[in-house]
């Protein structure tokens, strides 16, 4: 099944194929990590040597970012970083939570030996990532916490689920690095490692409920340091 226009997760894991799919993948970081500004000006000629890329190729990407609703295209007027709010914010969490928990659930219903078995080296990955206080916060942190999430709902049967969940991943990972980047964390006394070990405890344990109730508190705590920080 083919995925509207975005970059597969698949794709985006993997070494840049196409000259498209490498500015693509530089643009995304960018924005989610907040190097490229919320709202900035994304001027293609400025910008197409600094990605070392066509103006023709880097319009092609930043297409891409449009379909994931990281940019946003203003006619003739070229393209800019999406927008952030509070309000965005706000929904953004609760799609997440909607679609997230219900996937954790079926996951877990039908989830088979080899998703318990991925689940646990991806928890386990993380954990050490999480022990390590110096690689907390880092870009492998950020893929291994990806990783987890994504092996939650490994054993649910919907691509149009997991390619949605993907896009809202996203998004919340650029709140987390624009607005509070660790730091927040640490100042509200928050343990993410025991929040990641409450889910990945009822879920191998085929708990549902308390899984899917573990999993909204941990989405939504990260809205609510956000919040507070406005």
């Known amino acids: 099944m083919k995925l509207l226009a975005g970059v597969s997760a698949e794709a985006a894991s993997a070494a840049p194929r196409t000259l498209v799919e490498r500015a693509y993948l530089g643009l995304r970081h960018d924005v989610v990590c907040g190097k490229l500004a919320p709202?900035?000006?994304?001027?293609?000629?400025?910008?197409?040597?600094?990605?070392?890329?066509?103006?023709?190729?880097?319009?092609?990407?930043?297409?891409?970012?449009?379909?994931?609703?990281?940019?946003?295209?203003?006619?003739?007027?070229?393209?800019?970083?999406?927008?952030?709010?509070?309000?965005?914010?706000?929904?953004?969490?609760?799609?997440r939570v909607m679609l997230e928990t219900e996937a954790l659930r079926q996951s877990i219903r039908h989830g088979d030996a080899h998703w318990e078995a991925a689940l646990v080296v991806s928890y386990d990955l993380l954990t050490k990532t999480e022990t390590d206080l110096a690689e907390s916060g880092s870009d492998l942190w950020e893929r291994r916490n990806k990783a987890f999430h994504e092996a939650l709902i490994a054993g649910f049967d919907s691509t149009w689920s997991k390619y949605l969940l993907s896009i809202l991943y996203r998004h919340a990972e650029r709140y987390r690095n624009i607005n509070w980047r660790l730091t927040a964390a640490h100042a509200s006394g928050r343990d993410v490692h025991r929040e990641h070990e409450d889910i990945f405890r009822a879920a191998i344990d085929r708990q549902e409920a308390r899984a899917a109730l573990a999993l909204e508190a941990h989405v939504r705590l990260t809205h609510d340091i956000v919040k507070r920080q406005a």
């Open 39 to 95: 709202g900035e000006r994304l001027r293609v000629e400025h910008l197409k040597d600094q990605y070392e890329v066509g103006a023709g190729t880097l319009r092609e990407a930043l297409s891409l970012l449009v379909s994931d609703a990281l940019v946003t295209s203003e006619g003739q007027r070229g393209f800019r970083v999406a927008p952030i709010s509070l309000a965005d914010l706000e929904d953004l969490t609760n799609t």
